[in-house]
């Protein structure tokens, strides 16, 4: 059986370590590159359900549960991008937040 903080373990010697940035293999590097990209679309793909609620001024078929789940559950993927300063992780969920939020809002005003 495993040590119970084996992992934690492993992280410390992964974060020892850390890899080069920009990654001396191409695919990697492109990998890298992607991910920001979409990390920033993802944020974007939002925008429709916001301008639906915001400028429609209808919310009906919106859940605020699910939405609001999806708030927590940025925000905390976003203190864990801060805390590990991932610049992907942070880009992608700082969007998703206020994107999120500002669903949640509309839909609390406009329900």
């Known amino acids: 059986m495993a040590h119970p903080h084996h992992h934690q373990h ?24 992607l991910v920001v990209v ?9 925008v429709p359900q916001v301008l639906e609620i915001w400028v429609g001024k209808d919310a ?3 859940s605020l549960f699910s939405w609001s789940y999806y ?4 925000a ?6 801060i805390v590990h300063k991932e610049k992907p992780i942070i ?3 700082s969007i998703g937040v206020v994107m999120y939020l500002a669903i949640v809002i509309g839909i609390i005003i406009y329900k």
């Open 10 to 33: 492993i992280r410390k010697r992964v974060h020892q370590q850390r890899q080069k940035y920009p990654h001396p293999n191409r695919w990697v590097n492109m990998l890298d590159k």
């Open 38 to 46: 979409f990390g920033f679309l993802n944020g974007l793909a939002t």
């Open 60 to 62: 009906s078929g919106v």
């Open 71 to 74: 708030v927590l559950f940025a």
């Open 76 to 81: 905390l993927l976003l203190a864990y991008g």
């Open 91 to 93: 880009m992608t969920y």
